[in-house]
């Protein structure tokens, strides 16, 4: 009669445990977010798509300074790279863009003048995309990708898409265009592998 009730005691003592240790990685998520809408938000509305940085600063610790004063823009069809040293502030440019956090210290994020604070998260993030540096692509053709975040779009979509990523006019020197599967037995450079991906992005 000991031995079943140790293995029970024991079999409680376990399932305690493991239901504690699956609780702890929900934990961040039901935290209410630091960034939100501001009362009476509108929806961002897009002309162009012109990105401007406007004499941002921004910092964790306030006695620690990332960004200082930086300020620069990009136009519609322009590439613009950001590069420096470590710590420099790069990764956090394009997190405060989609406001996973918010501007700390002075300055604005406008996308063709509007403020992105002053507009919902919602059509701010539906709005940006990003191309991992290795991106992935599912066993299908291109077309089947690319529709993969939007399936009940239509066709004319991921052409408009592959257009604005300039990537149409390659596309369509394959026999079967859009229709190719992917990784036809061509070679896949990273640099073609990402500008593929870009417009599912």
Known sequence: MNYPMSMMTYNIRAATTHVIDAEWPYQPMQKKP??????????????GGQVEFK??????????????DVSFAARPGERVALV??????????????????????????????????DVTLTSLRDTLGAVPQDPSAFDQT???????????????????ACKAARIHHQIMKFP?????????GRPRGASQRRRDAAPGH
């Not at 630091?34 to 002309?47: G, M, N, Y």
């Not at 291109?142 to 408009?160: D, G, H, I």
């Open 34 to 47: 630091s960034v939100q809408d501001k009362p009476c938000v509108r929806d961002i509305e897009i002309h």
């Open 84 to 117: 420096g040293e470590t710590g420099g502030g790069k990764s956090i440019t394009p997190k405060l863009l989609c406001r996973f956090c918010d501007v700390t210290a002075a300055g604005s994020i406008s996308i063709d003048g509007q403020d992105i604070r």
């Open 55 to 68: 004499n941002l600063s921004f910092a964790y610790n306030l006695a620690i300074p990332i960004l200082q």
């Open 176 to 184: 079967q265009g859009p229709g190719i599967p992917n990784q036809a």
């Open 142 to 160: 291109l077309m089947q990708n690319l529709l993969y975040a939007r399936p009940s779009a239509s066709e004319a979509k991921p052409v408009e």
